[in-house]
């Protein structure tokens, strides 16, 4: 555990439960379980895995943006620490997550055409921001402020896009509106949910590189949610791999590419596209597909696709635990030692 006096994010064992209902049969299904992280101040954390893993349900559980009732934190706790004083995001009142979603904690998501309103101007929508949050600043100081974020996000005449809607800007545009709306009040963590999924590489290069600036200039800390591990390499500091709801490999950015510990992640690190495959090579792919949180058992999730598993990894979850000689690098896995004295044999 990482000492609370150099965290700015501490996730602690939380696990989260959807209640489905179908006719007169209710489900409780575990969608979390058991995810721990840290974050600290000014550092770029990875969330990665492939979809259905659990990363988003993560990022709306900070925000505590979960659909309510259907979805609830049963165990764990999301703890804020700033200036001495730790704050359970996921105990919060409504009135005080009201006053920090915004204003300490920010989320892009990655449809802006869906998170932006389509009957509101883009100086609407970002004004409402200091609106909420800013109640002192006069309608020609949030003007200002608008056009400096504009300017700052890199739309071009900021001017003549106050008054545009969300249909009239291209993705990368409405992209660059949805990052001046987070970055209003200069939170300390800022979420985003893969920002350039849905945008050309072109403009995906231009969002990252403003992203990177932009915590340059205000040292806030990002946790970026991804499947793209070339995004992760170029980006973050640290990274969390998920698969099934649960943290299987943690580690700093360079000891996870050099190291990888976990069979999930070397398979995620075997399917990035490689230059000197050739134009006939075959890409790799992680085998199987990922069991859905009913069908979950008692071991590692991962069993069913892993090559390394033995009746061991199917009876018992292996704990995250320290592999190597850096006790910041942790993996679930009962015999990442063993396979990794493997890899370098084959070398």
Avoid: W
């Amino acid at each position: 555990m990482v000492d609370m006096a150099e965290t700015l994010l501490e996730v602690e064992n939380l696990c989260v439960e959807f209640h489905l209902t179908d006719g007169d049969r209710q489900t409780c299904v575990p969608v979390l379980d058991g995810v721990s992280f840290s974050l600290e101040p000014g550092q770029t954390l990875g969330l990665v895995g492939e979809s259905g893993c659990g990363k988003s349900v993560t990022a709306l559980s900070i925000m505590s943006l979960l659909p309510k009732p259907m979805a609830q934190v049963s165990e764990g706790r999301i703890l804020y620490q700033k200036k001495g004083n730790s704050i359970d995001i996921a105990a919060l009142a409504p009135e005080e997550l009201y006053r920090m979603r915004g204003n300490r904690i920010a989320m892009i998501f990655q449809e802006p055409m869906t998170a932006l309103n389509p009957v509101y101007t883009v100086e609407q929508q970002v004004a409402e921001v200091f609106i909420l949050h800013r109640p002192e600043m006069t309608k020609k100081e949030r003007r200002s402020a608008v056009l400096e974020l504009l300017h700052k996000v890199g739309i071009s005449d900021p001017e003549s896009r106050l008054k545009a809607y969300p249909h009239q800007l291209s993705g990368g545009m409405r992209q660059r509106v949805m990052i001046a709306m987070a970055l209003a009040c200069r939170p300390d963590i800022l979420i985003a949910d893969e920002p350039t999924t849905a945008l050309d590489v072109t403009i995906q290069a231009q969002i990252l590189e403003l992203m990177q600036r932009l915590q340059q200039e205000t040292g806030m800390a990002i946790i970026f949610i991804t499947h793209d591990l070339g995004v992760v390499a170029e980006l973050c500091d640290r990274v969390v791999v998920m698969y099934g709801g649960r943290v299987v490999e943690s580690a700093e950015t360079v000891s996870l590419f050099d190291m990888p510990s976990h069979p999930y992640t070397m398979g995620l690190l075997r399917s990035i596209p490689q230059l000197n495959r050739g134009s006939k090579g075959r890409l790799e792919t992680v085998e199987g597909t990922v069991p859905s949180p009913e069908e979950r058992g008692r071991g590692c999730g991962f069993a069913n696709r892993c090559e390394y598993a033995e009746q061991l990894c199917r009876d018992l979850l292996p704990p995250l635990r320290q592999v190597g000689v850096l006790r910041t690098h942790l993996a679930s896995c009962h015999f990442a030692e063993k396979i990794n004295l493997q890899k370098k044999g084959d070398r």
